[in-house]
Each structure stands twice: as C-alpha cells, then as structure tokens.
C-alpha cells in the first residue's frame, strides 16, 4: 500500500488494514442503497434495506431519525464499522441534501478518503460539485461510483469527459459497462481483467465473476450478446488509449479517480468498489493539530469530535459524541484528557456503531469512529488526548444563511425551550442566538428544511411544540478584534448584537449594506462568516 509521504514509518498492522472514508453525493444519487450493501457484503446485514421499501422489505440501516424514513432522504450524518477481506471499513454516510451541508463539511474533516457518487444519467450535479470543492480543499484521495446504470444512461465517454471538465481531475476506468438501461448485462473489470455478471433477479446476491484471458477470450461470448460484444472491445480498445492507466500515487494525492460503473440496488458493481477501496484508498492519516500535527502510529491515544447527535435513543435522552481517532490504542475505561476544560475524563462506555445499532467497543485504533456517551461535556471540535495540550483544527463552524425567532407554543415553557435549544447547538444542528436586547432566541440555519427538521424534533424529543417566526435579519457574522474595540463596537451596535452558544460576540445583518458599513467605520474589527469549532 502506497503512502502519502514517503519518509513515514509502517503503521501498526492493525492500523493499517483501516479505510475510513465518507460517501458523497448529490441528493438520490444512489448513496444510501451503496451505504446498505457496503454492510451486506461486508457481513454487517443479512439483506439490504431500501430507503423507500414496501410493505415487508427492510428499511434502510443507517437512516435512523422518524423523518429520515419518512422522506426517504439522510439529513444527519451517521456512521458504520465493519469488516471486508482483511481491511477494516469505518464508512461515514453523510445527507445529500445542501440543506445539511454544514454537517457533511465538517464529516469530510474526519476521514482519509471520500466516495463520490454519481446517477449515469444526471451525471455531475450541482451538490456533488459543491462537495467536491470541500475534498479538493482537504486533498481528499476520491474513488468514483457511477450508479443506476441499469437505467436509461449517458454515454460512458460523456460521463467521464463530464467529471474531467466539470472537476479538474483525470478519471481513469476502473470497470467498463456492458450495455444500459435494459441492455445492460454487467461491466468488464479493467484492474482484474474479470467479466462480472448481473442477476438481476436476486438483488441481495453478489455478482458472478468470470476470469477471462483479455477481450478476445472465447469465454466472453457466452455472457455477452453480440452486438455488445463488438461495442465492448471497441470502447475498452478506444478508453486505453485516450484515458490515463491507474496511477496509485496520483489517487492518494488527490489528482486522479478511477471509476466504478454498477447499479448499487441489484448489488452490482459494489464488491469490486470495495476491493478498491482496500487497494487505492490511504491507511489513517496524520491530523492538523496545534502545536504539532498527530500521527496515527504515537503509541498514546489522540481523537476529536466531530459531530455529536443528541436523542439518538429517545427513551435515554442520551448525547453521542463521534470521535475520530488520530493515534494510539484506545482500550475500554481508558482516561483521557478533555483538552478544552483541562479535565480528566473515564471513557466507560464507548460504543462502536452499525447505523442506529450500537455495541460496546472495548478497543479501537487510529483511523477508528467510536461514540462516547455524555450529558453535554463534548462538543464539536474537541480533543481528547493522554495529556498532552494538543488542538485538533480545521473543524469549520458556518455562518447561517436563514434566520427566524422561535417561541414555545406554551410561554410557560420557555425554559425548556432554551435547554432544548442548546443541546442543538452543541449538536451542530443550528445556530442559536441570544438577542443583547429583548427576550427569545434567533434560530440560523443553513437550509430552510432545517428549521422542519428542528421542530420536528424538538416536539419528538421534547414533547415541546414551537412556531418559528421572520426576523428581520438575514444573516449573522461573528465578530473578532481586540477586547475594547470590539466591546466599543458591541455598545454601539447593541440592537445587532448577540451571543452564540458558546458566548461569542455576534452581529446580525439585515443587509449588505450593513457589513460594509462597519468595515468602513470600524477598521479594528473584522466580521468573519466562519469560525473554527474549538475554544
């Protein structure tokens, strides 16, 4: 297995036969279903769920939240271990929707590798490019899945010219597709040289493979008609010439994507997806840190938090904390180091993930998901360590796009209504702001489905009905510079001003005119719209 930098040492084995990774892609592309039989092959399921199933087929695994099944839609994050072959898979599934993109940036920060998939027939779309920006920013090694090509699709060539242009980087085919839509009988293993074969009866069964001795093997013409046969040699003949062979080197540095073509729904193309990710995708990676960056073979145990999902289990009322491992051999009542508050914490009951199911996870490596329960102390952009200082960064915090006024059907519950509120904020499921001047709260979110979301959970998990009212602002901005100039600033502007969550200073807009207004006037503080999730 190749690494990034060349002067590293060998990881551990049991580091390294790890691949964590995120599945990424543009709303009903297909990532979910992919995300299902992923656990299917990799012995997690007896039989793969789907996320708009009738009657007596089983719904998806890793979409747990009521209105997730509902809709047939992820919009949090959730992430799955399991075993394939030799390799140790921690698959992060993260919501399509741009609506919960802020959720799906800060995932990407807790990976190696992305996933991205892409429908044959839209081909690249508008979320897919947007969260190809984000990977590209991270250098984020990607491997390519092209789905639903048992549909009517577009030409192979005009996919991947498409995935060139639109995303600056050079694909090269992993698998060539025998025929679409109804014509299409399987793909042709371009690593392997393997004809792979749909059955198309049996969704949950893997695909046939059958070893062959190139495109002019005799063999062939017992699984392919013949005038997909022809079509075949010709474009494999056609891609080999125009297209770049694998590079490993240029995957793991983020400049090449070999591309996988399948149909996740009848289970094909998926096997060989994962033995590429065993194969070309990197082992754990070092961690941006402050003062220095964490090595994933340091013998003492680092990890941060980046995502934490409240009520998961709505009975326990309970808080998960998703912590990536960066170094180290976690083991069961460990103590670690809470590094924002400089206490000590006794990890009892860390729990090793399979969508909503849990289980307790007596040990884990770098590379690792775990969850750890908490009432509240863990929040996104922590760090745990044995001791040492150490900052995981680079964990983004956005500035909302849409704001409103809450207020709790009954008055008489306001107090609930905060508590509720703040345990979102720390979830990362919003921005809650409190106004210097009047009473309640404004809530800020990235997509309006959020504020559906919201309340659709706070009356779940609360038992607390609410109505979200307009503001009469736009957007928010947190507000950075020295002590007195900035209180100076906040004594002046006091009808703008609010405080975050975590008691930052921030300034509500309710246009444009009013950012450029205090650039102008108040040259020693800056207004930021992002801001680094550790204290």
């Avoid at 656990?39 to 695994?61: N, P, S, Y």
């Avoid at 919501?95 to 429908?119: K, N």
């Avoid at 190139?214 to 013949?226: I, N, Q, R, T």
């Avoid at 947190?478 to 008691?503: E, I, L, R, Y």
Wanted: aromatic residues 8%; glycine residues 8%; charged residues 25%.
């Amino acid at each position: 297995m190749l690494d990034t930098a060349q002067n590293r040492p060998a990881l551990p084995p049991e580091i390294a036969r790890r691949r964590t990774f995120a599945i990424i892609s543009h709303p009903d592309a297909g990532k979910t279903t992919l995300t299902e039989k992923f656990l299917l092959f990799g012995g997690a399921i007896q039989m793969a769920g789907q996320v708009r199933a009738k009657g007596e087929a089983r719904r998806t695994r890793s979409d747990f939240m009521a209105m997730e099944k509902d809709r047939g839609i992820s919009v949090s994050a959730s992430a799955m271990s399991f075993d394939f072959k030799t390799f140790r898979f921690n698959l992060v599934d993260t919501p399509g929707h741009s609506d919960f993109s802020e959720d799906t940036y800060r995932t990407l920060t807790a990976v190696d590798a992305a996933i991205m998939v892409i429908d044959g027939a839209k081909g690249v779309e508008s979320q897919t490019r947007k969260l190809f920006e984000v990977c590209r920013l991270r250098d984020l090694p990607i491997l390519t899945f092209c789905n639903k090509m048992d549909r009517e699709s577009r030409d192979t060539f005009e996919i991947i010219d498409e995935i060139q242009e639109n995303l600056a980087i050079d694909v090269t085919p992993a698998s060539w597709p025998i025929g679409t839509g109804r014509d299409f009988v399987g793909a042709y293993d371009m690593l392997n040289d393997r004809l792979e074969i749909m059955d198309r009866a049996d969704r949950n069964r893997v695909a046939e493979s059958i070893q062959i001795s190139g495109l002019d093997d005799p063999k062939l013409a017992d699984h392919v008609p013949e005038h997909l046969l022809g079509q075949l040699r010709e474009e494999v003949e056609m891609a080999r010439e125009l297209l770049p062979a694998l590079d490993p080197r240029a995957v793991l540095e983020g400049h090449m994507t070999p591309i996988w073509f399948g149909s996740a729904i009848n289970s094909f193309g998926v096997k060989e997806l994962m033995e590429g990710i065993g194969a070309y995708a990197p082992e754990p990676q070092p961690a941006r840190a402050e003062p220095r960056q964490i090595a994933p073979e340091e013998g003492k145990v680092a990890g941060f938090v980046f995502k934490v999902q409240a009520n998961m289990d709505p009975k326990h009322r309970d808080r998960v904390a998703f912590v990536r491992l960066a170094s180290g051999h976690f083991e069961r009542g460990m103590k670690l180091t809470h590094v924002r508050s400089k206490k000590a914490m006794t990890v009892s009951a860390p729990v090793l993930f399979l969508a909503s199911d849990r289980e307790l996870a007596e040990e884990a490596w770098a590379g690792d998901i775990i969850g750890i329960p908490n009432h509240g102390q863990l929040r996104i952009g922590d760090t745990l360590t044995e001791g040492e200082a150490l900052k995981v960064t680079g964990i983004p915090s956005f500035a909302p796009e849409l704001l409103q006024g809450v207020r709790a059907g009954d008055p008489m519950k306001a107090k609930h209504l905060e508590k509720a509120l703040m345990q979102f904020a720390e979830e990362g499921a919003a921005k809650v702001f409190k106004p210097q001047i009047g009473s309640g709260f404004i809530v800020g979110v990235v997509g309006a489905l959020q504020f559906e979301v919201l309340g659709a959970r706070i009356e779940s998990e609360y038992g607390l009905p609410v109505r979200f009212e307009p503001s009469q602002f736009t957007s928010a901005r947190w507000v950075h510079g020295p002590k007195d100039k900035v209180d100076t600033f906040a004594a002046k502007n006091s009808q703008h001003m609010a405080t975050d969550n975590d008691g930052d200073a921030v300034y509500l807009t309710r246009m444009q005119w009013d950012i450029d207004r205090v650039e102008r006037d108040y040259p020693d503080v800056t207004l930021s719209a992002t801001k680094e999730m550790m204290v």
